[in-house]
């Protein structure tokens, strides 16, 4: 079955701009989480949805917002640009509940602020 | 919040050689995953293992959850073996992974 997809793989913006990412998980898998990674903080946990619901958020500003749909799809989005945002943002989908399941990785979007 | 350390951090060794990865991690989990990381960013799942003892093919993996650390055996090392390797956690009572810094493996020819 098809993997997680994430669109666009690559993106370059400018400062101040605002920037949407898609996530599409494995098919039946309800929770969708956002990681950030950079070279110098590593991977960062941005936050988690399921069932259209975030449930933890990691601690980023205000400008790193997100949204899951009905079919699990997710986005999240990026206002006002900073440089220290080019990042490579990775989404991750496991199988319904509470508790933990095997998380499954996206091929990534790379985003350059320039 | 939950602390994860990977050791060594870089680790270089002759095609052929075993190696062992080291995750210790500072709280209870109900999930354990080790991945690596193609050139392209994508990280690739390589076991779940909250506990017990795991084999695929030339790779293993053990986590003692009690004593709150998991290894990572590498065996007869290949030079696309040559990735960074992450351990991630799930602190029990939480919904997301924590990543350790990772080890980068180089294996030479």
């Known amino acids: 079955k098809a993997g997680v997809t994430q669109t666009p793989r690559y993106l370059i913006k400018t400062r101040g701009q605002q920037v949407t990412l898609s996530c599409s998980p494995i098919s039946g898998h309800r929770s969708v989480s956002w990681y950030q990674q950079t070279p110098g903080q590593g991977l960062q946990f941005l936050f988690e949805y399921f069932s259209e619901t975030q449930r933890n958020k990691g601690n980023f500003p205000g400008r790193f917002s997100g949204r899951q749909f009905s079919n699990s799809r997710s986005e999240m989005n990026v206002s006002t640009l900073e440089l220290g945002d080019s990042a490579l943002y990775l989404c991750a989908s496991s199988l319904p509940g509470q508790g933990s399941s095997e998380a499954f990785f996206g091929q990534g979007t790379r985003l350059t602020v320039v | 919040g939950i602390q994860v350390e990977q050791s060594p951090p870089d680790l270089i060794l002759q095609e052929g050689a075993n190696s062992t990865l080291r995750c210790n991690f500072s709280?209870?989990?109900?999930?354990l995953q080790w991945f690596h990381q193609n050139p392209w960013g994508q990280l690739i799942n390589l076991f779940y293992?909250?506990?017990g003892t795991k084999q695929n093919g030339r790779l293993s993996a053990t986590t003692v959850a009690t004593e709150r650390y998991s290894l990572l055996y590498i065996s007869s090392s290949q030079t696309p073996d040559s990735r960074v390797y992450f351990c991630?956690?799930?602190?029990?009572?939480?919904?997301?992974?924590?990543f350790g810094t990772g080890t980068r493996l180089l294996v030479s020819p």
């Open positions: 709280d209870s989990v109900n999930n």
């Open positions: 991630a956690v799930v602190n029990t009572g939480f919904q997301k992974l924590v």
């Open positions: 293992i909250p506990s």
